[in-house]
């Protein structure tokens, strides 16, 4: 006998499940107080989500606890927390979160800038 007669074959790798290479998915149904820019924040999530999975997280969280988005001459639109009993307890609170959007901060501007484009050729409905 040959050694190759005592060593058994691989078993062949377990393909992923299908569809669990395609990214984070993003939900906007938890802050319920401001439907109206739901699809916004939708296409705001995707944005940053290519430029870093992470940011988009940041900013679901920022949403879901209590934030809109409203148009900027500057920036194209900019995120306005709601402070109270919809949102956050104060704005030292939201502040204190949204310090890691800070380290961000180029990569919002084009973010909040690219939303305004796609919102302004009516890519976003």
Known sequence: M??????KPLPPPIPPLFGSDMG?????????????DSRLWLELFLIT????????????YIRNTGAIL?????????IQPVIGFNGWESIEQY?????????????????????????DHGKII
């Open 24 to 36: 984070q998915s993003y939900r906007d149904k938890y802050y319920q107080y401001s439907p109206n």
């Open 2 to 7: 040959e050694i190759y007669d005592y060593v």
């Open 95 to 119: 502040n204190q979160e949204r310090q890691y959007l800070m380290g961000h901060m180029q990569t919002m501007i084009q973010s909040l800038g690219e939303l305004r484009r796609r919102y």
């Open 70 to 78: 409203v148009l900027d001459q500057q920036y194209g639109f900019k």
């Open 49 to 60: 989500d290519n430029a870093d999975r992470t940011l988009g997280e940041k900013l679901e």
